[in-house]
């Protein structure tokens, strides 16, 4: 049996509306574990597949951090911990389209996801540093939300 069920985690999933469209979102842990959900944005914005990021997310058994949540907060609560936990729509179960946007001091990438004809509902952000990147999810339509990682890759 892999490990990598240590870390990668199946999640809720739920819809969500915005502006009277409905969209398919999975929930996010707060810490430490991905959904598998989540493997999507992460590979997406580091080109690399899902095998790769599965990869690196499992070298953590090793006691290498390659891949790393900082958090995951929701921002419409009063309490962030103990709150509803945050949610992220679907690469995969929805229409999406993106835009790129310029970059802002560190970033290498940023961009900003549309679902199902929402405009701008996550923003999506590399930054380069000299020893690592970090990868900031913005939720900013719906149940908001923001999602840090470090990539020691």
């Known amino acids: 049996m892999s490990s990598v069920i240590e870390f990668i985690k199946d999640t809720a999933q739920s819809t969500e509306k915005i502006d009277n469209k409905t969209i398919k979102c999975f929930e996010v842990p707060r810490m430490r574990f991905f959904s598998k959900g989540e493997l999507l944005y992460i590979g997406f914005m580091l080109n690399m597949s899902d095998q790769e990021v599965l990869n690196k997310i499992n070298e953590m058994k090793l ?4 891949i790393e949540k900082l958090y995951a907060l929701r921002l419409d609560t009063d309490n962030i911990w103990t709150g509803p936990r945050p949610v992220l729509p679907s690469l995969l179960e929805n229409e999406t389209d993106l835009t790129e ?3 802002m001091g560190n970033s290498t990438l940023r961009v900003m996801l549309h679902f199902n004809g929402i405009k701008d509902v996550v923003c ?3 930054y380069e540093y000299d020893e690592y990147r970090e990868l900031v999810v913005t939720k900013l339509r719906g149940a908001r939300c923001v999602i840090r990682y470090i990539i020691y890759i």
């Open 124 to 126: 999506v952000s590399l």
């Open 63 to 66: 006691g290498r951090k390659t």
């Open 101 to 103: 946007l310029t970059s």
